[in-house]
């Protein structure tokens, strides 16, 4: 069965960290991109983070989280990670893994399985 799995959400104060984790079962993310969104009551969707398939893969940030979150990945343990640190109270929302096509033109554009989120709310 094709399964993500997120962890990692909680309650921190403003300028605190969280590690979100991403695991995959059914399938191996090494062939997969990565994606983390997130979704704030009354907001659209926002794509956070992306990296491609691979041993290392390439990464990209949206300006709002760019040089604050940090996206990895772990092939042998089938995860991914979003580093979050020096958390804003407009970082509060729920945060989704996807994954898509590793490698080509449709890697970090479209995705196929996504999890069912976890939260992240930020105190001021």
């Known amino acids: 069965q094709v399964q993500l799995v997120e962890s990692g959400g909680g309650l921190v104060q403003t300028g605190g960290s969280l590690r979100l984790s991403c695991a995959a079962s059914?399938?191996?993310?090494?062939?997969?991109?990565v994606g983390w969104f997130r979704q704030a009551p009354g907001r659209e969707r926002e794509e956070v983070s992306c990296?491609?398939?691979?041993?290392?893969?390439?990464?990209q940030y949206a300006d709002s989280v760019k040089d604050r979150f940090t996206i990895s990945r772990d092939n042998a343990k089938n995860t991914v990670y979003l580093q979050m640190d020096s958390l804003k109270p407009e970082d509060t929302a729920t945060y989704y893994c996807?994954?898509?096509?590793?490698?080509?033109?449709?890697?970090?554009?479209?995705?196929?399985?996504w999890g069912q989120g976890t939260q992240v709310t930020v105190s001021s």
């Open positions: 996807a994954a898509g096509p590793g490698f080509g033109t449709r890697t970090c554009q479209a995705f196929d399985h």
């Open positions: 059914g399938f191996s993310l090494y062939f997969y991109s």
């Open positions: 990296i491609t398939g691979g041993d290392a893969g390439t990464t």
